[in-house]
């Protein structure tokens, strides 16, 4: 089934790299979701910007140019529905209705296919993560043992830095921190890699950091995801997870008694 790609979480991983013009229009974008006009001459007047920007902003998001980004926001808006919120339990199930929706945007086949070997040719797997982060990778680290592979759950920062001092090619990290900017496990993460491992970073921000990790994760995200304040911020990790799970069930079947 051909899901289409949503603009928002595109827009939402990519402000990081973004300029203040640029962060300008995706601001547009993220609260504007019905717009009169969808002409390039409108957004120019509109935002006071030039068509160069627009050009930029469209290819930091992953597109051609600002044409195909409007009229993937034209498709966008076309076939979405109007909700009206009534109490808090429809707030926090739209949220996850949300999150799904983010999960076809950023969901890329072909790293869960590396991530996958990754997992198979390492000798020793170790997950770096805290608070409900490290919570959601004891779930994947259980996961996986039900396959056999076996790995161990770091939530401790001297942990994680010992760790990372002791590594070498024969082991695979896999990290998750929800803003990117967890300072605890960028460190490890970087001396790991620095020490020949393999390091996977799983995360709601588009980090362009070859001496960090070898592959980057992205997770779908809501405002606010950090806090857990609606919904947990384990969710994104763990539906990522379930992902990158079924390419080893598809090889690998599990027997009823396992459940």
């Given at each position: 089934?051909?899901?289409?790609?949503?603009?928002?979480?595109?827009?939402?991983?990519?402000?990081?790299?973004?300029?203040?013009?640029?962060?300008?229009?995706?601001?547009?974008?993220?609260?504007?979701?019905?717009?009169?006009?969808?002409?390039?001459?409108?957004?120019?007047?509109?935002?006071?910007?030039?068509?160069?920007?627009?050009?930029?902003?469209?290819?930091?998001?992953?597109?051609?140019?600002?044409?195909?980004?409007?009229?993937?926001?034209?498709?966008?808006?076309?076939?979405?529905?109007?909700?009206?919120?009534?109490?808090?339990?429809?707030?926090?199930?739209?949220?996850?209705?949300?999150?799904?929706?983010?999960?076809?945007?950023?969901?890329?086949?072909?790293?869960?296919?590396?991530?996958?070997?990754?997992?198979?040719?390492?000798?020793?797997?170790?997950?770096?993560?805290?608070?409900?982060?490290?919570?959601?990778?004891?779930?994947?680290?259980?996961?996986?043992?039900?396959?056999?592979?076996?790995?161990?759950?770091?939530?401790?920062?001297?942990?994680?830095?010992?760790?990372?001092?002791?590594?070498?090619?024969?082991?695979?990290?896999?990290?998750?921190?929800?803003?990117?900017?967890?300072?605890?496990?960028?460190?490890?993460?970087?001396?790991?890699?620095?020490?020949?491992?393999?390091?996977v970073l799983m995360t709601t921000k588009n980090i362009e950091d070859i001496e960090l990790c070898?592959?980057?994760?992205?997770?779908?995200?809501?405002?606010?995801?950090?806090?857990?304040?609606?919904?947990?911020?384990?969710?994104?990790?763990?539906?990522?997870?379930?992902?990158?799970?079924?390419?080893?069930?598809?090889?690998?079947?599990?027997?009823?008694?396992?459940?």
């Open positions: 089934m051909a899901i289409q790609k949503e603009l928002i979480p595109l827009i939402e991983a990519n402000l990081t790299k973004m300029t203040a013009t640029e962060r300008e229009i995706a601001t547009y974008f993220l609260e504007h979701r019905t717009i009169k006009s969808l002409t390039i001459d409108f957004f120019c007047e509109t935002l006071h910007v030039s068509k160069a920007s627009l050009t930029r902003f469209s290819k930091k998001c992953g597109f051609s140019g600002f044409r195909e980004f409007l009229y993937q926001y034209k498709e966008m808006t076309k076939n979405q529905e109007v909700m009206v919120y009534k109490d808090w339990t429809q707030n926090v199930l739209s949220d996850y209705e949300e999150m799904l929706r983010k999960n076809y945007s950023v969901l890329d086949e072909s790293k869960l296919e590396r991530i996958q070997q990754l997992i198979e040719s390492s000798s020793k797997i170790y997950f770096y993560a805290k608070g409900s982060s490290a919570l959601a990778l004891h779930e994947m680290k259980v996961r996986f043992m039900r396959l056999g592979i076996m790995g161990e759950v770091m939530d401790d920062e001297d942990m994680m830095l010992w760790t990372s001092l002791l590594v070498d090619e024969s082991c695979l990290i896999i990290a998750a921190s929800i803003s990117g900017q967890t300072q605890s496990i960028i460190r490890a993460l970087k001396r790991a890699k620095q020490n020949g491992a393999k390091t070898d592959e980057l994760l992205l997770l779908a995200s809501t405002q606010n995801l950090s806090y857990g304040n609606k919904i947990s911020p384990q969710f994104p990790i763990l539906l990522m997870t379930d992902c990158l799970f079924s390419y080893f069930l598809k090889e690998n079947p599990l027997r009823p008694d396992y459940y």
